[in-house]
Nanobody
Framework: QVQLVESGGGLVQAGGSLRLSCAAS????????MGWYRQVEGKERELVAT???????NYADSVKGRFTISRDTARNTVYLQMNSLKPEDTAVYYC???????????WGQGTQVTVSS
């Protein structure tokens, strides 16, 4: 397992930007996949973006071209750069890690992102 701590959420106007950070308690170099999910109260948690240990990325269609996931293995941190934010991006954003394809998921505590119109 790995402990994850998110930061960087907040209130921003539509069209603005935020960068979320996810600090891991151990080296992320060999973690199979890390990613960001988001959840609106009353709805299911949904995938936003993932990045593999090989650097491959995957995005939800709703954020393609606006969000970028990246990682810094020296800092054991994964980032989510969010540009051109929309009110519908408002949610609690959670960091996720899956150490291997056969392991369970680790989750952070979440960080609130609110986009005002």
């Amino acid at each position: 397992q790995v402990q994850l701590v998110e930061s960087g959420g907040g209130l921003v106007q539509a069209g603005g930007s935020l960068r979320l950070s996810c600090a891991a308690s151990r080296s992320i170099r060999s973690i199979n996949r890390m990613g960001w999910y988001r959840q609106v109260e009353g709805k299911e948690r949904e995938l936003v973006a993932t990045i593999t240990s090989g650097g491959s990325t995957n995005y939800a269609d709703s954020v393609k071209g606006r969000f970028t996931i990246s990682r810094d293995t020296a800092r054991n941190t994964v980032y989510l750069q969010m540009n051109s934010l929309k009110p519908e991006d408002t949610a609690v954003y959670y960091c996720n890690a899956r150490i291997s394809p056969w392991s369970g998921d680790s989750w952070g505590q979440g960080t609130q992102v609110t986009v005002s119109s």
